[in-house]
């Protein structure tokens, strides 16, 4: 049986039509990102202007570490490229973004608090660089997120109990930062089928403590001390006592003495 003419046009032109240009976000997504980091050994040669106008060819992108799936980024991987600079806000113009990984670069400044919007977000890895601030709470809203891998940076403050709340949390490192404060009871105390994680994933940070980790170190003096300072003091006290009253006996041992030779004195006759 022959297809109608009009069906068989319409077939034809389906599979003929050209890729769209790229989604708008992403363009504005690639060149923020580029634009704030740089790259002094040149592996993002042919992350240029032209390029941004269309980064995904159908299931292919013309950018150095980015894989696009249906027309829209979904990964951008540049691990090991010693790139400088920060992570420019809009990051969360890539919607689309399923996997993001700057680890083992030169990568200063916070986490943008943005990366929120990235809803389909699954991994999250900025490790091995020299990221500063807060761990921001807004990551809770990225529900899908498997792996959030921090370790080896300069981050600071407390980890943020929202982050507990993530279900499909399976992979959490924090280790070799700058944290204090406990660690949350919604990560250390996770039940049922949520991934517990153990004392790798907080070691190197010298202000944490709970459950892996052990507890708070207390900052005041320890008993042991404090009894030898007590015990120091009384024995410097009695010292210094003995030795007043030690002076207070010869002061008044040579008075009594003075007086006495002036008695006999008197009562020698003169001759």
Request: glycine letters at 8%; hydrophobic letters at 35%; aromatic letters at 6%.
């Amino acid at each position: 049986m022959k297809f109608p003419t009009l069906t068989m046009l319409i077939l034809i032109s389906s599979f003929s039509i050209p890729p769209s240009s790229s989604d708008p976000n992403d363009q504005s997504c690639l060149t923020k990102l580029f634009e704030s980091i740089s790259d002094p050994n040149h592996n993002l040669m042919n992350w240029t202007k032209p390029t941004f106008s269309n980064p995904c060819s159908g299931m292919l992108s013309n950018l150095a570490g980015a894989t696009c799936n249906n027309g829209r980024i979904y990964k951008l991987s540049l691990p090991n490229l010693n790139l400088h600079g920060s992570i420019s806000p809009f990051i969360s113009n890539c919607t689309n973004l399923q996997s993001l990984d700057l680890s083992n670069n030169s990568l200063t400044g916070k986490i943008p608090p943005e990366i929120q919007y990235l809803v389909n977000l699954a991994v999250l890895n900025l490790s091995s660089n020299r990221i500063s601030g807060n761990i921001p709470p807004e990551l809770s809203m990225c529900a899908y997120l498997n792996v959030i891998d921090l370790h080896d940076n300069e981050i600071s403050g407390s980890i943020p109990p929202q982050v507990g709340g993530l279900v499909r949390l399976s992979v959490f490192d924090v280790s070799n930062n700058k944290l204090s404060g406990p660690i949350p009871g919604s990560l250390s105390n996770r039940t049922g089928t949520l991934n517990r994680f153990n004392a790798s994933s907080y070691l190197g940070n010298k202000g944490l403590y709970g459950y892996p980790l052990g507890p708070m170190k207390s900052k005041g003096l320890s008993v042991v001390v404090i009894v030898g300072i007590g015990l120091g003091s009384g024995l410097l006290s009695l010292l210094l006592s003995f030795t007043i009253v030690c002076v207070w006996l010869r002061v008044a041992e040579h008075k009594m003495a003075i007086e006495q030779q002036g008695k006999i004195s008197q009562l020698m006759p003169e001759y």
